[in-house]
């Protein structure tokens, strides 16, 4: 394991409730640090998981499969479900597909479901558009690669690397297909945040969202300005609120 992408948990002794984040496809651990903090310095646990194939070698992220990583988070569950009262996921991107899926788990202790630009529909946009929006995050004025966008990123930047990606890629379409599936069987509350800037997930994610969810309690927040894995200032601020009042509003379970 490269243990700069460990997994890190956040203790709150005081508490019996606990808030489990879930890394997409090839990112980290590292990108909930600072929402964690946020969620730690409020009163919660909060712990942050790393996925099977991530953060390790091309070779074992290419033999990942979306069956390793549900499987992997449902053994998470099990496991802090022994400690805690009360349990939420937070998944961005793919870690909320899996966090819908979890929905679903025979784990009568998750009480909610916030999903931060989960792909139920994906964006096709023109190179050009492309361009313009990842060039807002990837250069600024010197034209330096903006290292808080890549610095996400668990799996080693090599030339072979999209190579290595193919087979994992093919898994997050079927995760994508058996979650799309499973939303009418979710009886847990539900929130989400989209961006419209979003370059990889489609605001049409939405719609899919509130039709197959239409029996659970079902909130969102589009945001401006955000791309898939980079957040304003601002509007790391509005998702940090969102969540606090998420997991402040459920009812006890």
């Given amino acids: 394991m490269n243990y700069k992408h460990a997994p890190r948990f956040l203790e709150n002794k005081d508490s019996r409730e606990v808030i489990v984040f879930i890394h997409g ?3 980290s651990p590292r990108q909930f640090d600072r929402i964690a903090e946020v ?21 074992e992220f290419s033999s990942s499969t979306y069956r390793m990583w ?6 998470e569950l099990d496991r802090l479900s022994e400690s805690f009262d009360k349990i939420w996921l937070v998944g961005h991107s793919m ?7 979890a929905g679903r788990y025979p784990c009568k202790k998750i009480s909610g479901i916030f999903l931060i630009a989960c792909p139920m529909e994906l964006t096709f946009l023109s190179k050009e558009d492309i361009r313009i929006r990842l060039a807002q995050v990837f250069l600024d004025e010197d034209h330096y690669v903006n ?6 990123s668990s799996i080693p ?24 599936a499973l939303l009418p069987k979710v009886r ?12 990889l997930v489609s605001i049409k994610s939405l719609k899919r969202l509130k039709s197959g969810l239409s029996h659970v309690p079902f909130k969102y927040t589009v945001l401006i300005d955000s791309l898939h894995a980079y957040f304003t200032d601002e509007e790391k601020k509005i998702i940090d609120d969102a969540l606090l009042k998420f997991v402040r509003s459920l009812p006890d379970t």
């Fill in 25 to 27: 496809f090839m990112g």
């Fill in 95 to 101: 870690g909320g597909l899996l966090a819908l899926c």
């Fill in 188 to 199: 847990i509350p539900v929130e989400a945040i989209y961006s419209v800037s979003d370059e």
């Fill in 157 to 180: 930047r090599t030339h072979s690397m999209p190579f290595h990606a193919l087979a994992p890629m093919v898994e997050v379409r079927k995760l994508m297909s058996v979650t799309k």
């Fill in 70 to 75: 549900r499987s992997h988070l449902y053994s």
């Fill in 39 to 59: 969620a730690h310095k409020n009163g919660y646990n909060a712990q942050i998981i790393l996925l099977p194939g991530h953060g390790s070698t091309l070779k």
């Fill in 147 to 152: 290292k808080e966008y890549i610095g996400k």
